[in-house]
């Protein structure tokens, strides 16, 4: 698929800038093409645990908190995000692999690039655009996690603010975000993207003459829409792309700052009431959130810092090459935080990890079992028993 921004700047490449930055962008694609079996794997495994973390933060007894509910919508995202890896790398094995054997025979020195119709390249651009949207959700939901925690600390005596920490609340606020973000990519996508007629990619490098026709193809290429507002539309997409990854970014470490100094704040205040358990599930929901806070800034902050910078540099097509694939490369950094989030939610959380262990320990299904049957056979003496001892009674009488 073509995935091109700058096709309208025809002398682009004569520009020394642009030119330098040229074979930056063409290591960068070797590294990703190298990276993604290894990008492929890690995504498979942070699929298949938060699937376990999504299972568990979805029971009643977890959903009553506005922090879990808040994970919910993080999970989700993130899962998205992880099918959409492995869809994307599975759907060009495949379609290379079907490709290359229709051609099979032929003595083909050269073959066409791979051929994709209509339907399925509109899907791929769709649920593309449905991964911007979520991608962008499970950050600012991060943001909002952090945030709404800090707010219930600093105003935990104010009746005012005990709203925040509703699961209602939380749901809205996932609702209100997802509208958001829906409608940036949206504006986005259709000022600039449109599925076109490719024409047929012929073979002519083949020693023996095909006795098929070769199949239309069609790609992602430039909306036509706005072309006279051309400049105007790519700078909208990427400030917007921008703005909605740097605000995150700046914002988490001042957060992950305040979340730091309520936990040492809480851990003072037991010292000097010399009652080291009070609060302590409210200490530990603060510091579970903190650890969260700090993997996000991490996973999310890069991807921010490049965005906001091709935004100065919309008409060079090398550099936004480069911002793609880092951007392509950080989203290890994305499975990372989701598989922290749930190896975090097990340390530090006891009611998660309880669940957790009602939902997934089979030593207590063991124990269970064996106490059912244990007491079956127990009843099953007694019965044998009292039998015996009624037909003796009879025959004495």
């Avoid at 330098?20 to 942070?46: H, Y």
């Avoid at 996973?299 to 090398?318: K, L, M, N, V």
């Avoid at 911002?323 to 490369?329: A, E, F, R, T």
């Amino acid at each position: 698929m073509n995935w091109t921004f700058s096709e309208y700047y025809v002398n682009e490449d004569s520009h020394p800038d642009n030119a330098k930055f040229q074979e930056l962008a063409i290591q960068l694609d070797k590294l990703l093409i190298f990276s993604n079996p290894f990008t492929f794997i890690f995504s498979c495994f942070g699929f298949l645990i938060n699937i376990f973390h999504l299972i568990t933060i979805t029971r009643k007894s977890l959903r009553a908190n506005s922090v879990y509910v808040l994970m919910i919508g993080i999970t989700s995202s993130d899962l998205y995000t992880m099918f959409h890896i492995n869809y994307v790398y599975i759907d060009t094995i495949i379609s290379t692999y079907l490709h290359n054997k229709m051609y099979e025979g032929y003595k083909c020195w050269y073959i066409s690039r791979v051929t994709h119709g209509y339907f399925h390249v509109l899907c791929e651009l769709l649920m593309r655009a449905l991964g911007d949207i979520l991608r962008r959700l499970s950050t600012w939901l991060a943001l909002f996690m952090a945030l709404f925690r800090f707010l219930i600390i600093q105003f935990s005596m104010n009746a005012k603010f005990n709203f925040v920490s509703t699961p209602k609340f939380a749901l809205k606020t996932i609702i209100a975000t997802f509208l958001i973000s829906f409608l940036l990519t949206l504006f986005a996508y259709i000022g600039q993207y449109r599925v076109v007629e490719d024409g047929l990619q012929a073979s002519l490098y083949c020693e023996e003459p095909l006795d098929f026709e070769v199949p239309h193809t069609y790609i992602v290429g430039n909306s036509r829409i706005f072309d006279d507002y051309w400049p105007v539309v790519v700078k909208y997409s990427l400030m917007s792309e921008g703005i909605t990854k740097i605000i995150p970014a700046v914002t988490l470490p001042f957060l992950t700052i305040g979340l730091i100094k309520c936990l040492h704040e809480a851990s003072r205040a037991r010292q000097k009431l010399n009652s080291p358990h009070k609060n302590a599930s409210n200490d530990k929901s603060v510091k579970m959130v903190a650890i969260m806070t700090i993997f996000s800034m991490i996973a999310e902050s890069p991807s921010g810092i490049i965005h906001t910078y091709q935004f100065f540099y919309y008409d060079y097509s090398s550099i936004i090459t480069c911002v793609k694939s880092l951007d392509k490369l950080f989203i290890n950094l994305s499975i990372l935080n989701a598989i922290v989030h749930c190896v975090i939610s097990f340390r530090v959380s006891t009611q998660y990890r309880e669940v957790a262990k009602k939902l997934f320990s089979f030593k207590n299904i063991r124990r269970t079992e064996a106490i059912a049957i244990k007491n079956s056979i127990h009843a099953v003496e007694t019965f044998t028993s009292f039998g015996k001892s009624s037909s003796t009674k009879f025959v004495i009488e």
